[in-house]
């Protein structure tokens, strides 16, 4: 699976952006998706899940701000990020895992394929 992220940019404190990351491969609808983003001198963090099931998994700083879906039939991801604050700024990175057995939605372990990040800059 190759993953294509893209959407990030510059916006202004309060403001909105949709990041989307499109996979390559038929079979998309047996993968979860996931979102991640890592700030300069920091870890790499978990963001957002989605499962095949629809279910959708948020770290408790993004809960209620940002938005996880899936679009099965055009093999792609979206986060929408609302109120987006500068503590928001990293590259962030889609992730995907066949969506098999029991696993962690919040681990990055736990995920086998990554995109190449896109960065997300929120100006204060």
């Known amino acids: 699976v190759q993953l294509q992220a893209s959407g990030g940019g510059l916006v202004q404190a309060g403001g909105s952006l949709r990041l989307s990351c499109t996979a390559s491969?038929?079979?998309?609808?047996?993968?979860?998706m996931g979102w991640f983003r890592q700030a300069p001198g920091k870890e790499r963090e978990f963001v957002a899940s989605?499962?095949?099931?629809?279910?959708?998994y948020y770290a408790d700083s993004v809960k209620g701000r940002f938005a996880i879906s899936r679009d099965n039939a055009k093999n792609t991801v979206y986060l929408q990020m609302n109120s987006l604050k500068p503590e928001d700024t990293a590259v962030y990175y889609c992730?995907?895992?066949?969506?098999?057995?029991?696993?962690?939605?919040?681990?990055?372990?736990?995920?086998?394929?990554w995109g190449q990040g896109t960065q997300v800059t929120v100006s204060s």
């Open positions: 992730a995907a895992r066949r969506d098999l057995g029991s696993w962690s939605p919040y681990s990055l372990h736990e995920y086998a394929y």
């Open positions: 491969g038929r079979t998309f609808g047996g993968y979860a």
């Open positions: 989605i499962p095949r099931s629809g279910s959708t």
